[in-house]
């Protein structure tokens, strides 16, 4: 047998320059992402694929706290007295995840700590003055319907005739049993079983945004 000391080698992820580093998440293909102190001190968030990338080098007091296959990276910005700010990056743009939300929409978003490959993402803010857990939800084409819901549907077709999020519509009734897709999402009920319908009571739904056009 091996001895334990010899199972892991350990990799040095800094950036040339850099005085200090922190990975945080790692996504299924290998991403990396995290922060990192320069040289003045200043704390700027990573990504690495092979090699390191300062993910916006025009921000400071920024970390990177999740990341997913495609590359988005989510975390936040520190910002004058102790404030902070949730940020995107993907294709090498900053995104403030606070931009995208509706008006009056009762959110401040300070810390995104997390993304899956669908691309929702959950963090920390304030809603109405209190500190709460926020998940954002993507809707890529803008029906209506959440990314996720729709790649449900798009998994269990077993025709193979819906393969896009725009082969999903709100009106369609994939499961045919007289409920179409836009009421069963909005009652919380299951879009690919019959016996799944508007008798069936959501007991809690935590609150979410639909976010249009954020995936890669």
Request: hydrophobic residues 40%; aromatic residues 8%; charged residues 20%.
């Amino acid at each position: 047998t091996r001895d334990e000391e010899d199972v892991f080698a350990a990799q040095d992820l800094d950036m040339p320059g850099g005085v200090e580093s922190i990975a945080r998440a790692i996504a299924d293909n290998g991403v990396i992402a995290g922060s990192y102190r320069d040289s003045a001190n200043v704390r700027h968030a990573f990504a690495w694929n092979g090699s390191m990338s300062d993910l916006d080098s025009t921000l400071s007091g920024t970390s990177g706290e999740g990341v997913n296959l495609f590359g988005q990276v989510v975390g936040y910005q520190e910002l004058a007295a102790g404030a902070t700010r949730a940020l995107l990056w993907q294709n090498k743009r900053t995104i403030n995840l606070n931009d995208l939300l509706p008006l009056g929409s009762g959110w401040q978003l300070m810390a995104a700590k997390d993304i899956n490959d669908y691309g929702v993402i959950v963090g920390e803010g304030q809603y109405d003055g209190a500190t709460r857990a926020f998940v954002l939800t993507p809707d890529t084409d803008g029906d209506g319907l959440p990314d996720p819901f729709e790649f449900l549907i798009i998994d269990i077709d077993s025709a193979d005739d819906i393969n896009t999020i725009g082969d999903v519509l709100p009106g369609d009734d994939f499961d045919e049993d007289g409920v179409c897709n836009g009421d069963e999402y909005a009652a919380g009920t299951y879009p690919a079983d019959p016996r799944s319908d508007l008798g069936v009571t959501v007991v809690a739904k935590y609150p979410t945004v639909a976010l249009g056009g954020i995936q890669s």
